[in-house]
RNA sequence: GCUGCUGUAGCUCAGUGGUAGAGCACUCCCUUGGUAAGGGAGAGGUCGACAGUUCAAUCCUGUCCAGCAGCACCA
């Protein structure tokens, strides 16, 4: 028999016969390598121990203490595990796809009962026992008609219909653990008792529309949470219970900033203290804006039907608009208007007003425009997904030539903003031309070429997601990190040279003729209500100082220290301070744990001392230790902390 | 929109086929206390809405509304 070479990690290379397996090149190691090893990445794939190796490779032999591998194999063979557990409690139950997912995995069942929370604990039990039996997992590749006619024989058709969609030069493997089979493409580890019986639990249970597709049948899935070790597992329950912490739906009812009710679903009723967020929010942006070299306008909400008709919202995303039917006395019939869900046709109408020349382009149009979208319900989420929202969008009205030099101002733009926002971490994509489109592969070629060239001359690498720009151009997409690693797209600029055609935007050249402009669309937030949101969520609560809706809580210790207390907010407001007084009939301890509750960021205590000394007992949020100021030096450094980002 | 779950006091939640309870918050009284909950008393609810079953429904059934998780959606 032929000799390949294999290549370790550390250098060394041994010689095997062509065949042998990842398993047995363990096990000639040692015996102990051999008991422990679970996959093995050869060449840079990832493969199970019964793979045969045919040729001259470089080989890793994988345990549980590789991480990536370890936690693909554990999740992978406990999705197995788990439908294999619900086979054998409800053998009449369906499998279809079981995938491993970010920390997890989950299965897709078709039964006809739902899956309660105590079957899931009956499932664990159950997939604990499986782990206990260490099952040898097997493997084999079956010719696709045996494999489609047993599982027609086993009445499992979403397996017949995967088979189907598998393409037909990819060999179908089996995979056993014990006697229950799955269609698998692999790798798995040697035997069920690899996997940590105490670092996986079940989730929760939702349904998921088979194959992603809302026109077919709705199937349960259940997610399950899995790692190589019970500590990990814990952590990581730990971490969702922090999640769950910063949930700013929770926050927002605690810190008084807004709420939301029945009669109006997806629209915020936003409090004195949320209210002052979202106005300090704005007003920095409108500062930002206006030094950016925009000009703000403002817009109808309520429009004609006509308008929508003209620029396609009618047609593409009327089941998405608040229609509003206006019955005059003696109309001949009803005026059908909308609730505008996007400023962008509106903004044509004020450009279209005049005669433009090349001379006034780019225009930057910018507005606060207030939107409202019938989203559907079960999209709705806190004030993060809402029916109605404010944007801070604007439109660049310009020339194909000035595509690329606008969209790197805009970067910079917007790089400014999440520095300003303490955002540090965020990446761009930008989406190329889909299928469906309209417009020259030519200019397709330029504007991409133009939006990618200003990425890169702003400084930023990008990705790019093909097929995934709009009908009529590619677009740019800003997703920021925030502070436990999850992701929220906020800013786009989206190129757009169909409005401007539909809605007839037109300026004079300078040969003297009529031209069409390029819209750029572009938010740098998106919406107020989600921004704050993810603000909310980012910060837990501890906004920084200028957007802190409550800056100072003033405490007197005793009542007769009110008085002064009283005196240093006035001092404080005149400064332009957010201060109050807390001269409640409460003890110092009382008010103490309130205001650190409410997230007030600065505290301060009066006594009598500090009415002798003129002084105050400053107290930081999330800080033990007091200090003591005069009046004078904490009026000086809440003034300079609480001065917004733009303005020091 | 789809599947499942939930809806009881301002908040968090118990509870029962015979019209309801706790803790916190709120009001008042006592207490003037030095940096994360001092003590006492009181007030507060058409039990999400509408139908049905029943002598009787907050509880059982149905429809609707809203919320939660996931899916789908986010021209």
């Given at each position: 028999?032929?000799?390949?070479?294999?290549?370790?990690?550390d250098?060394?290379?041994?010689?095997?016969?062509?065949?042998?397996?990842?398993?047995?090149?363990?096990?000639?190691?040692?015996?102990?390598?051999?008991k422990?090893?679970?996959s093995?990445?050869?060449?840079?794939?990832?493969?199970?121990?019964?793979?045969?190796?045919t040729?001259?490779?470089?080989?890793?032999?994988?345990?549980?203490?590789?991480?990536?591998?370890?936690?693909?194999?554990?999740?992978?063979?406990?999705a197995?595990?788990?439908?294999r557990?619900?086979?054998?409690l409800?053998?009449?139950v369906?499998?279809?796809?079981?995938?491993?997912?970010?920390?997890?995995w989950?299965?897709?069942?078709d039964r006809?009962?739902?899956?309660?929370?105590?079957?899931l604990?009956?499932?664990?039990?159950?997939?604990?026992e499986?782990?206990?039996?260490?099952?040898?997992?097997?493997?084999?590749?079956?010719?696709?008609?045996?494999?489609?006619?047993?599982?027609?024989e086993?009445?499992?058709?979403?397996?017949?219909?995967?088979?189907?969609?598998?393409?037909?030069?990819?060999?179908?493997?089996?995979?056993?653990?014990?006697?229950?089979?799955?269609?698998?493409?692999?790798?798995?580890?040697q035997?069920?008792?690899?996997?940590?019986?105490?670092?996986?639990?079940?989730?929760?249970?939702?349904?998921?529309?088979w194959?992603?597709?809302?026109?077919?049948?709705?199937?349960?899935r259940?997610?399950?949470t899995a790692?190589?070790?019970?500590?990990k597992?814990?952590?990581?329950?730990t971490?969702?219970?922090?999640?769950?912490?910063?949930d700013?739906?929770?926050?927002?009812?605690?810190?008084?900033?807004?709420h939301?009710?029945?009669e109006?679903p997806?629209?915020?009723?936003?409090?004195?203290?949320?209210?002052?967020?979202?106005?300090?929010?704005?007003?920095?942006?409108?500062?930002?804006?206006?030094?950016g070299?925009?000009v703000?306008?403002?817009?109808?909400?309520?429009?004609?039907r006509?308008?929508?008709?003209?620029?396609?919202?009618?047609?593409?995303?009327q089941?998405?608009?608040?229609?509003?039917?206006?019955?005059?006395?003696?109309a001949?019939?009803?005026?059908?208007?909308?609730?505008?869900?996007?400023?962008?046709?509106?903004?044509?109408?004020?450009?279209?007003?005049?005669?433009?020349?090349?001379?006034?382009?780019?225009?930057?149009?910018?507005e606060?425009?207030?939107?409202?979208?019938?989203?559907?319900?079960?999209a709705?989420?806190?004030?993060?997904?809402?029916?109605?929202f404010?944007?801070?969008?604007?439109?660049?009205?310009?020339?194909?030539?000035?595509?690329?030099?606008?969209?790197?101002i805009?970067?910079?733009?917007?790089?400014d903003?999440?520095?300003?926002?303490?955002?540090?971490g965020?990446?761009?994509k930008?989406?190329t031309?889909?299928?469906?489109?309209?417009?020259?592969?030519e200019s397709?070629?330029?504007?991409?070429?133009?939006?990618?060239?200003?990425?890169?001359?702003?400084g930023y690498?990008?990705?790019?997601?093909?097929g995934?720009?709009?009908?009529?151009?590619?677009?740019?997409e800003f997703?920021?990190t925030?502070?436990?690693?999850?992701?929220?797209?906020?800013?786009?600029?989206?190129?757009?040279?169909?409005?401007?055609e539909?809605l007839d935007?037109n300026?004079?050249?300078?040969?003297?003729?009529?031209?069409?402009?390029i819209?750029?669309?572009?938010?740098?937030l998106?919406?107020?209500?989600?921004?704050?949101?993810?603000?909310?969520e980012?910060?837990?609560?501890?906004?920084?100082?200028?957007l802190?809706?409550?800056?100072?809580?003033?405490?007197s210790i005793?009542?007769?220290?009110?008085?002064?207390?009283?005196?240093?907010?006035e001092?404080?407001?005149?400064k332009?301070?957010?201060?109050?007084?807390?001269l409640?009939?409460?003890?110092?301890?009382?008010?103490?744990?309130?205001h650190?509750v409410?997230?007030?960021?600065?505290?301060?205590?009066?006594g009598?001392?500090?009415?002798?000394?003129?002084t105050?007992s400053?107290?930081?949020l999330?800080?033990?230790?007091?200090?003591?100021?005069?009046?004078?030096e904490?009026?000086?450094?809440?003034?300079?902390?609480?001065?917004?980002?733009?303005?020091r």
């Amino acid at each position: 028999m032929a000799q390949i070479s294999l290549t370790f990690p550390d250098g060394n290379s041994r010689e095997y016969p062509a065949g042998i397996t990842a398993g047995e090149v363990a096990a000639d190691i040692s015996k102990s390598l051999a008991k422990k090893a679970i996959s093995a990445t050869v060449n840079g794939a990832h493969f199970d121990l019964q793979w045969p190796i045919t040729g001259d490779s470089a080989i890793a032999i994988h345990t549980l203490q590789d991480e990536v591998q370890a936690n693909e194999l554990v999740r992978h063979d406990l999705a197995h595990i788990m439908a294999r557990a619900v086979q054998e409690l409800w053998p009449d139950v369906k499998v279809t796809i079981g995938p491993v997912i970010k920390d997890g995995w989950y299965y897709d069942f078709d039964r006809q009962e739902p899956f309660t929370p105590e079957d899931l604990g009956a499932i664990e039990k159950k997939m604990k026992e499986i782990i206990n039996l260490r099952d040898p997992v097997k493997t084999e590749v079956w010719d696709r008609d045996v494999a489609v006619k047993y599982y027609e024989e086993r009445g499992e058709p979403y397996k017949v219909e995967l088979i189907d969609s598998i393409p037909g030069d990819e060999p179908l493997r089996m995979y056993w653990h014990g006697d229950w089979q799955d269609l698998c493409r692999g790798p798995h580890l040697q035997h069920t008792g690899q996997v940590p019986a105490d670092a996986f639990k079940l989730m929760n249970v939702a349904g998921a529309y088979w194959r992603g597709d809302s026109s077919r049948p709705m199937l349960q899935r259940i997610y399950g949470t899995a790692f190589t070790s019970k500590e990990k597992l814990k952590a990581h329950l730990t971490m969702l219970e922090e999640a769950a912490k910063r949930d700013h739906r929770k926050l927002g009812r605690e810190m008084n900033l807004f709420h939301m009710q029945e009669e109006a679903p997806g629209q915020v009723f936003w409090h004195p203290n949320g209210w002052t967020i979202y106005t300090e929010l704005q007003d920095y942006m409108r500062r930002k804006q206006r030094r950016g070299g925009y000009v703000e306008v403002n817009t109808p909400q309520v429009v004609n039907r006509k308008l929508w008709e003209a620029s396609g919202h009618w047609g593409n995303y009327q089941e998405n608009m608040f229609i509003v039917e206006v019955d005059e006395d003696h109309a001949r019939e009803k005026t059908i208007n909308a609730l505008k869900p996007m400023n962008c046709p509106c903004h044509v109408q004020v450009f279209n007003q005049g005669l433009k020349s090349y001379r006034d382009l780019p225009l930057r149009m910018a507005e606060f425009g207030s939107c409202n979208r019938y989203e559907p319900s079960g999209a709705l989420h806190g004030i993060m997904r809402v029916r109605g929202f404010t944007q801070d969008d604007a439109h660049i009205f310009c020339t194909e030539d000035q595509i690329e030099a606008e969209t790197k101002i805009f970067i910079d733009f917007l790089a400014d903003i999440y520095a300003d926002l303490g955002f540090t971490g965020w990446t761009i994509k930008l989406s190329t031309r889909p299928e469906k489109r309209i417009g020259s592969e030519e200019s397709w070629d330029r504007v991409e070429a133009a939006l990618g060239n200003a990425c890169k001359a702003a400084g930023y690498d990008y990705e790019i997601q093909e097929g995934e720009g709009a009908f009529y151009g590619p677009k740019l997409e800003f997703t920021l990190t925030d502070a436990i690693g999850r992701e929220w797209q906020c800013g786009t600029l989206q190129v757009d040279p169909n409005l401007p055609e539909r809605l007839d935007a037109n300026y004079i050249g300078q040969d003297g003729d009529k031209h069409r402009p390029i819209m750029l669309h572009r938010a740098v937030l998106g919406s107020f209500e989600r921004f704050i949101g993810i603000l909310i969520e980012n910060s837990e609560g501890k906004l920084p100082l200028w957007l802190a809706p409550r800056q100072v809580v003033v405490a007197s210790i005793v009542s007769d220290a009110d008085a002064y207390c009283l005196e240093v907010v006035e001092a404080l407001k005149a400064k332009g301070i957010r201060a109050e007084a807390d001269l409640r009939n409460e003890k110092i301890n009382y008010k103490v744990r309130e205001h650190s509750v409410g997230k007030v960021p600065y505290i301060l205590a009066c006594g009598m001392k500090e009415v002798e000394e003129r002084t105050v007992s400053t107290r930081r949020l999330g800080e033990k230790q007091t200090k003591t100021q005069t009046m004078d030096e904490i009026v000086a450094e809440l003034a300079s902390v609480t001065t917004p980002p733009d303005k020091r």
